[in-house]
């Protein structure tokens, strides 16, 4: 288990490597999204297209299962999500800075349990939130457990399913593409002729990270669009 | 004491990361809505709008050279037609006219030859008249000379227009 410098106020501690990489992964994205609006013209060209492209593909995912009314009221929540996720997934693959005593300071934030955890709850509470202004709290209690009364056990687990699989696929995934990197620079570290060995796996396993981070960050906002509509789509 | 200590001694930091990402998440969230979305969105909705105007102008101008195209047909059949009329109308009126034509030259011809024949008709007269008198008057002398100037000319003379006139006939 890779360990990181912590600190804490009050009773509260705080995983300052998390800490660090989240600040950074927020700044990486505010600073491409308002670089690539900047003088945005009619005739997309550029940076524009990049941006434009971004946005077309998230819209793409949550119209296919909201619809085009309602997902145009979720598209900046789900555009901020899936850059979120992106970035925080292939972040941690660019480095791997460690200190003594096996400290980490470079790591994809998505690699700790709590932070998929944020962003799952973060997703059931637009979810809940949505559906209860949409139907009342009553309505949403109906809605959500109560159709048909029979199922009430079921719903009230699925809640909890769908809360937990949501972050603990994004986090099994992302953590352990981050122990498979955090192994292979061990093969490095053994003898320098493993070196290059170390490096070509490390290329490939790093690319493999790439496209599952990618994937990750697809499925994350693909699920959460679907668990949304479920609570606010009106019964046929 | 360092305040920093290694998370496998501290307590559980879930709760932190919670804190951290879910305020990360939301500042985020609010500064790109700020700063960019709007701006993204509006491009987004001015370009939609852009297309959806640019196919109803397509459409219209189409539609618009649709029924150009049609009144031009009209108006070229509508000419050709007129075209038609008046070549029939200038080939009719050349008909009528040929005919009047050929009908004066005719009568023109006509009246000429009679015009021709009535003068030749009065100077063959006056010619056979004018003979006449000459005959008579040779005649008379001729005779005079023969029988030997003792013959009354005016007594002969009716004795000449009988033979005379024997002869004209």
């Known amino acids: 288990m890779e360990k990181s410098w912590s600190f804490h106020i009050g009773p509260v501690y705080f995983d300052g490597a998390v800490l660090v990489m989240t600040v950074l992964t927020c700044a990486i994205i505010f600073g491409f999204v308002f670089w690539a609006s900047r003088r945005m013209t009619l005739r997309p060209k550029g940076k524009q297209n990049v941006l434009e492209a971004i946005i077309d593909f998230v819209n793409g995912i949550s119209k296919d299962n909201m619809g085009a009314t309602e997902s145009r009221r979720y598209s900046l929540f789900v555009f901020v999500l899936f850059m979120f996720i992106f970035v925080a997934n292939n972040i941690g693959l660019m480095t791997k800075i460690e200190g003594s005593n096996e400290l980490t300071y470079w790591k994809s934030p998505t690699a700790d349990v709590g932070v998929t955890l944020a962003l799952s709850l973060m997703v059931s509470l637009v979810a809940t939130l949505s559906s209860i202004k949409r139907f009342g709290f009553k309505g949403y209690i109906k809605h959500a457990f109560l159709t048909p009364a029979a199922m009430l056990p079921m719903n009230i687990m699925e809640e909890f399913i769908n809360f937990l699989s949501l972050a603990l696929r994004l986090f099994g995934n992302i953590f352990a593409g981050e122990i498979v990197i955090g192994l292979i620079t061990r093969i490095g570290n053994i003898e320098v002729y493993y070196l290059p060995l170390a490096i070509l796996l490390e290329v490939a396993w790093t690319a493999f990270s790439l496209f599952i981070g990618a994937l990750q960050a697809y499925v994350f906002v693909l699920l959460s669009t679907m668990y949304i509509n479920e609570k606010i789509a009106k019964e046929e | ?169």
Do not use: C, H
């Open chain 2, 1 to 169: 004491m360092s305040p920093f200590i290694l998370l496998e001694s501290a307590p559980s930091s879930m709760l932190g990361n919670i804190i951290v990402v879910s305020g990360a998440f939301l500042i985020l969230l609010v500064l790109i809505k700020k700063y960019a979305w709007g701006m993204v969105t509006a491009m987004l909705d001015a370009r939609a709008k852009k297309i959806n105007d640019d196919i109803d102008s397509a459409e219209n101008a189409r539609l618009k050279a649709e029924a150009f195209a049609t009144q031009r047909e009209t108006e070229l059949a509508g000419s050709r037609d007129e075209a038609i009329k008046i070549i029939n109308n200038a080939k009719d009126t050349a008909e009528s006219n040929k005919a009047k034509i050929v009908a004066e030259a005719a009568e023109e011809a006509r009246r000429a030859k009679q015009r021709a024949n009535e003068e030749i008709e009065q100077s063959k007269k006056e010619a056979i008249s004018g003979i006449k008198g000459n005959v008579a008057d040779i005649s008379v002398k001729i005779a005079e000379k023969l029988i030997g100037e003792t013959l009354d000319a005016s007594a002969q003379s009716e004795l000449i227009n009988q033979y005379l006139e024997k002869l004209g006939e």
